[in-house]
């Protein structure tokens, strides 16, 4: 039978290999399905306090450590860019945590402005109910502007280009996977080449995707500006291509929720 597991650290490393390199992260909060010792791939020797893990989200599978997993519920994401977690009631209390957009949380109480979690108090004002996804993925993926290029990021703290569509998606309930390949197959449908771009839109490169903000302007994670950034298209795509990236792949749109 299998076990599943809530993620308990504001940020963890989704690893390939036991203390290897990092292929994604997970949020506090997001489940994992703990894998079984025969299919986990762990060879005498590897260090211990590792455990495989499948994160729920999109089917990925790697290794944290298993002192980030806990049991629990979650009733709340944080809806802002960032957010703290505090001790108590109180913005004068030194912060024990910053968690990040889409990290989840279960609040069982409210004093004040503050919602009440069993890790500490956190700002109303940054929570929404899972059960009210928003509507406008760029406009959630506009809040990580200026966001730190980070390869396999998912956090306010680094984040790369999958990470930024998966981000705007899973906040307005729309399944995706980890990885730019499988989101171009998985995403929307395809566009014809004369079809006019609209915002929520998204193009796909050899390993790199991003949103349109609107019909002359990207929205991307990139390692250009090493950050989150607005771009012309017409200056994003002759970049890529003068830079070895090649032409524009796929244009998608994604579908309208039922």
Same mark, same amino acid.
């Given at each position: 039978?299998?076990?599943?597991?809530?993620?308990?650290?504001?940020?963890?490393?989704?690893?390939?290999?036991?203390?290897?390199?990092?292929?994604?992260?997970?949020?506090?909060?997001?489940?994992?399905?703990?894998?079984?010792?025969?299919?986990?791939?762990?060879?005498?020797?590897?260090?211990?306090?590792?455990?495989?893990?499948?994160?729920?989200?999109?089917?990925?599978?790697?290794?944290?450590?298993?002192?980030?997993?806990?049991?629990?519920?979650?009733?709340?994401?944080?809806?802002?860019?960032?957010?703290?977690?505090?001790?108590?009631?109180?913005?004068?209390?030194?912060?024990?945590?910053?968690?990040?957009?889409?990290?989840?949380?279960?609040?069982?109480?409210?004093?004040?402005?503050?919602?009440?979690?069993?890790?500490?108090?956190?700002?109303?004002?940054?929570?929404?109910?899972?059960?009210?996804?928003?509507?406008?993925?760029?406009?959630? *993926?506009?809040?990580?502007? %200026?966001?730190?290029?980070? =390869?396999? /990021?998912?956090? +306010?703290?680094?984040? $790369?280009?999958?990470? @930024?569509?998966?981000?705007?998606?899973?906040?307005?309930?729309?399944?995706?996977?980890?990885?730019?390949?499988?989101?171009?197959?998985?995403?929307?449908?395809?566009?014809?080449?004369? *079809?006019?771009?609209?915002? %929520?839109?998204?193009?796909? =490169?050899? /390993?790199?995707? +991003?949103?349109?903000? $609107?019909?002359?302007? @990207?929205?991307?994670?990139?390692?250009?500006?090493?950050?989150?950034?607005?771009?012309?298209?017409?200056?994003?795509?002759?970049?890529?291509?003068?830079?070895?990236?090649?032409?524009?792949?796929?244009?998608?749109?994604?579908?309208?929720?039922?």
């Amino acid at each position: 039978m299998s076990e599943t597991r809530l993620v308990t650290w504001p940020l963890a490393d989704l690893c390939r290999a036991p203390d290897g390199p990092r292929d994604r992260q997970l949020l506090m909060g997001e489940a994992v399905e703990i894998r079984a010792p025969s299919s986990s791939g762990l060879a005498r020797g590897s260090p211990p306090g590792w455990v495989a893990v499948t994160a729920l989200r999109d089917g990925y599978e790697g290794f944290v450590p298993e002192a980030a997993l806990t049991t629990g519920r979650v009733t709340h994401r944080v809806c802002a860019r960032a957010t703290h977690l505090y001790p108590a009631p109180d913005i004068k209390t030194r912060e024990r945590a910053m968690l990040s957009l889409n990290a989840r949380l279960e609040v069982i109480g409210e004093t004040g402005s503050f919602a009440e979690t069993p890790q500490g108090f956190v700002p109303l004002a940054h929570l929404a109910p899972l059960d009210a996804p928003e509507s406008d993925p760029v406009r959630v *993926a506009e809040r990580l502007l %200026g966001t730190p290029y980070l =390869w396999g /990021g998912n956090s +306010a703290l680094g984040i $790369d280009c999958s990470g @930024l569509v998966q981000a705007g998606c899973l906040a307005c309930a729309i399944p995706c996977p980890g990885d730019s390949g499988p989101q171009e197959t998985a995403l929307g449908d395809a566009l014809p080449e004369d *079809a006019p771009l609209e915002r %929520g839109d998204l193009l796909f =490169w050899r /390993g790199h995707v +991003a949103w349109v903000a $609107d019909p002359d302007t @990207l929205l991307h994670a990139n390692a250009y500006h090493m950050a989150v950034a607005h771009e012309p298209a017409s200056e994003a795509i002759a970049r890529i291509a003068a830079q070895g990236g090649g032409a524009v792949t796929a244009r998608k749109r994604l579908k309208a929720p039922t």
